[in-house]
């Protein structure tokens, strides 16, 4: 794939996920191959993405991502994507996980493009549906009616409810990105749940304890898992998440 066939592909996927996007985007130091907006009621979510059109044999380095993640501290966007036709060094995975960098390689860039297709052949068939709908024949000054079949309905309305879905998903894995953020949840989250099963079942101050840890091990790997399916980034950032939080958890049961 050449690398200008790559970016519009990229800068597609994000514009049909609610984007406002600019290519080759230029700061007073660097080019960006895409810069996004994603508006939000909660403000404007930037995210900044690098193709790296690499013979599949070549892996995508350290010097890539740092260098990508100057960029986005200086645009102040919220997400750094590298997207490559090849792969990552393990050193490159490691690093992004720990620092919120979302890779995207060549067996992930297959996987969107397939969801890409599917979707767009979801379109053309709603479109045909339109195209096929009954037009019924009504006298001159009259309002004339389309109806629908109950199938093409149902189906309408499965998209529609997909297609809010989608807008949605781009900002909710945005935000379970952030390292902080996951963190905060699973602290709240282990702490709530062991004081309402404390409330309800008279148990020891380390009984609790004990269950707010196990409810951190589950919370840490499991949102990791979620979000990101590869074996490498749960295990890394996963662990990096538990540890923050039992330590935060221990100091709370210790103070607290």
């Known amino acids: 794939m050449q690398k200008n066939r790559l970016v519009e592909f990229m800068a597609k996927i994000m514009e049909e996920s609610g984007f406002k996007v600019y290519k080759d985007f ?9 810069y996004g907006i994603l508006p939000t009621i909660l403000g404007d979510i930037g995210v900044v993405v690098s ?12 010097d890539v991502l740092k260098e990508m993640e100057m960029v986005g501290k200086t645009l102040k966007a919220s997400k ?20 919120n960098i979302k890779l995207i390689d060549r067996d992930s860039l297959l996987n969107l493009a397939q969801k890409f297709s599917k979707k767009s052949a979801e379109l053309m068939e709603e479109y045909e549906e ?23 309905y149902r189906a309408s309305l499965n998209r529609k409810r997909e ?29 709530i749940t062991a004081t309402m099963v404390g409330y ?9 304890g004990i269950l707010k840890i196990v409810l951190s091990v589950l919370l840490s790997y499991g949102l990791v898992f979620i979000l990101d399916k590869k074996g490498t980034l749960v295990l890394v950032k ?15 049961i210790i103070f607290f």
């Open 51 to 62: 193709c790296k059109n690499y013979d599949k044999k070549w892996n995508v380095g350290l």
């Open 26 to 34: 230029r700061t007073s130091r660097h080019l960006i191959d895409i």
């Open 80 to 99: 750094v994507v590298v997207v490559t036709t090849s792969a990552f060094s393990s050193q490159a995975v490691n690093y992004a996980a720990r620092r």
């Open 130 to 152: 339109y195209d096929d709908s009954e037009v019924s024949y009504n006298p001159p000054g009259t309002t004339p009616s389309i109806s629908y079949s109950t199938n093409n």
């Open 200 to 208: 309800f079942i008279p148990l020891s101050t380390s009984t609790l």
């Open 163 to 191: 297609k809010i879905k989608a807008n949605w998903q781009p900002l909710v894995r945005g935000i379970l990105s952030n390292t902080l953020i996951l963190i905060i949840m699973v602290v709240g989250f282990s702490y």
């Open 238 to 252: 996963g662990t990096a998440v538990f540890f923050i939080s039992l330590l935060v958890l221990i100091i709370q």
